[in-house]
């Protein structure tokens, strides 16, 4: 497929992809300045079907314990599996996206998850998809209420009937069904958007620069509380629940893998240490427990 | 349904069953002796929907890291996803099975898996699976021969051509498909074995009684090599591969969670700790890059 003869306008696809770019890059340096010493990486990579992307990882920093920014703009024939699942006999597409997960050391920072996409097949039709939602392992009831404030503000800047049809979408989404819990405390999240493309665009572009605003301040605030053992020893154990999430349900991971994507662009989301712990409950009236209260009973954080 | 009225005699069921507890605890007696401070915890459990089981976990140990060892019975209406995924329209189930695993915390001795099930259904169809497979972290020819000629001694004892068959079924079914290596040294492995019953469980018994003979050597031979943050990194990122396999292909563990199973002892399988770093591949020519090597090009262990 050629580009630029697409959804609105000559360039459109062309725009998307650029605007990508340069989020990936504007996020990487806005992280690098919370962290003290580590630093992104660059990985390009090409995929052998058509396409590539740019992987930029920081490992083992001081306040980032992990965070990895992926862009990646993928096209070629639809892998049969893909095809068949769409109900589609088209066999060409066109791809371009954004994905970010942030794993901070202290216990008491919340992880993030972002995902901006845009996908185009046979011609015909196209569609956005994304969304950002926070994952703590302590709560912070201020927190979640400037995340998912600068979110709403965001959706709202587009379509007043955005915020609470993504708000819902991400609690269902983010569900870890085998321990009835929500992975974090949502965000936003929609798929498969089809309308205006310039809409869809925007509804994009304000979720992608919404995204410093509303998880860097959590960062920084977080990051000044002293933690121990016991907090680490939980930390690790939500990570693990991460790691059954993506692993379990996450539709890009689990496509990603069976498609032979890039193995480790997919898994950067991983966290770099996770636990398990047979029957490790947090005791009731501990702040461990607030949190998984709240994961079994998403709450409205604005309205 | 009734037990005992079901392939090959009275109590037939009854007397699987009995053997999967019997060596339960036959084999968490063992695991203590080599252990030296943590002893195993018993948590006996009930489904709703019928049966329940007896989970043994030891955890922190000073030789072994983690060990769970279960045993379960449970019956029943059959989950509509499995009714449907075998293509039956009988609605009854009744099983019995025993699931261990061993993460021994020397980098050097090997992490091992074994799992021995029967099945039967509506009345009519029975069978059994299970097997046995090895997971170290480095290396060592010897281990791997004496392990896998243990299971083929005690395949031998049964059928001829058991061994074979199951060895490559295992190499097969533990393959971690989208990083095309294998779990780990293999073992053997089936599923959905039909036949004569009193031989399939001279089978399941064989396998079930040289478990302590095929790995206990292993643990307390390369317990006694002295490891460091070399080791211990390395050991941290192969338990995040048995992580991805385990939560991504194993049929146990998807079906599992799938069917509202029991998640804890379900997920008493996954590792203590687990590590995912980005791009980390060992260099060339280290005892890393042996172990890989040989999960890239399995091998025969014995004629």
């Not at 703009?73 to 893909?82: K, S």
């Not at 994952?135 to 587009?158: G, Q, W």
């Amino acid at each position: 497929m050629s580009l630029g003869q697409q959804a609105g306008g000559m360039d459109f696809p062309m725009r998307v992809k650029t605007y990508f770019e340069q989020l990936q890059s504007r996020i990487c340096s806005a992280l690098e300045s919370v962290e003290g010493s580590a630093r992104f990486g660059s990985d390009a990579w090409e995929r052998p079907g058509g396409g590539g992307g740019l992987s930029r990882v920081l490992e083992e920093g001081d306040v980032l314990e992990k965070a990895g920014v992926g862009v990646s703009t993928v096209f070629g024939d639809l892998p049969r599996t893909m095809a068949s699942r769409m109900k589609t006999a088209t066999a060409d597409f066109w791809a371009t996206g954004i994905s970010l997960v942030v794993h901070p050391r202290n216990p008491y920072a919340p992880a993030v998850h972002m995902n901006y996409r845009y996908f185009q097949e046979g011609g015909n039709d196209f569609w956005f998809g994304g969304g950002s939602d926070l994952t703590p392992n302590y709560l912070y009831e201020e927190d979640a209420v400037h995340f998912h404030s600068a979110l709403k503000r965001a959706c709202d800047s587009v379509d007043g009937s955005y915020y609470p049809r993504f708000k819902k979408a991400c609690d269902e989404y983010f569900t870890i069904k085998h321990r009835k819990e929500t992975r974090g405390i949502g965000g936003i999240f929609f798929d498969d958007l089809r309308g205006d493309p310039e809409k869809l665009f925007a509804l994009a572009r304000a979720g992608g620069d919404v995204f410093l605003e509303s998880y860097l301040p959590l960062v920084e605030r977080r990051n000044r509380e002293a933690w121990g053992d016991r907090e680490r020893r939980w930390q690790l154990l939500r990570r693990g629940r991460y790691v059954e999430f993506n692993l379990v349900y996450d539709r890009g991971t689990t496509f990603g893998l069976e498609t032979q994507g890039r193995v480790e662009s997919i898994l950067m989301s991983l966290p770099p240490h996770a636990d398990w712990r047979y029957m490790d409950q947090p005791r009731a009236g501990t702040r461990e427990a607030a949190l998984v209260e709240v994961l079994q009973h998403p709450r409205e954080w604005v309205r």
